[in-house]
């Protein structure tokens, strides 16, 4: 079952003019067709009326399985050999995402725009592919959008792998606005990010564990933060990093204690 969640992000200084913007946050699709979960993502970009539509990667469905359950992917995983040390990987169906997002956002039109970041599961091909659709990537970069007079500065972080990114220099060349928005699919970057300024940090890739103990408590989570960062709305510093639980699935085909989630954040003022 796929829940529909809202969510109320409180953020200290938060402009008038901004209290009440609508993120709809996605994660995680790692889809091999349009089934359910897409559908859902569908009706809920269309139903939920967000000012803003956020990715926060893993489009494709990439079967591997790692020599370790405990080790997360690397550069060595994403050459694709079929069989090596680093276990069982095969190349990611970036055809499948592609006509899954072009589905997604046929005739789809949203006030301040679909954006996204690159996770660690999206190859260049898909990238390449997906340049002509309704969809922004943001790759080590930021955009200014403009909304009731002011300026909402986004910036997104390439996670490919965890060396394909410098948070340092990313975060000194990052505009300021008022309202700083990040998104990172390595949900580990978000107190630093959250450290150099942002108000709200948008990740993924834990799948909130995939396969949890009763009470949703996960047991892998294939992020440095441990379960800390598994997922939910969380508190750091002056602002908040949200961590989907996704919609998708990776390695076992199985989700236990942990639904597939889509999430409309609400910004609120302190």
Known sequence: ??????????????????????ILHLS???????GPAEQAAYDAMRQMEPDIVIFSGDFCYHFGFSGSLFKSSTQADHDYPFLSRHGIWLPPESDKAYAVMQRLLQD??????????RGNHDPD????????????????????????????????VNCNTRGSFDLIDIIRQAPRGDLDLAISHYPENA????????????????????????????????????????????????????????????????????????????????
């Open 108 to 117: 789809y039109t949203c006030p301040l725009g679909v954006w996204a970041s």
């Open 125 to 156: 091909d898909f990238l390449q592919k997906a340049r002509d659709l309704n969809l922004r990537f943001l790759h080590n970069e930021s955009a200014i959008i403009h909304y009731n007079n002011c300026q909402i500065a986004l910036t997104g």
């Open 1 to 22: 079952m796929i829940e529909i969640n809202q969510k109320t992000a409180r953020l200290r200084a938060l402009p008038a003019a901004v209290e009440g913007l609508k």
């Open 191 to 270: 107190e630093p990010l959250i450290a150099g300024g942002m108000d709200l940090v948008l990740a993924g890739h834990t799948h909130g564990g995939q396969i949890c103990l009763p009470g949703g408590k996960p047991i892998i989570t294939h992020s440095r933060t441990g379960g800390h960062y598994a997922s939910g709305l969380i508190k750091f510093l002056q602002g908040q990093v949200h961590i989907s639980r996704g919609l998708g699935k990776i390695m076992i085909p199985l989700r236990l204690n942990c639904p597939p989630e889509i999430t409309l954040i609400t910004l609120a003022r302190q």
């Open 28 to 34: 995680d699709l790692h889809t091999r067709g349009f």
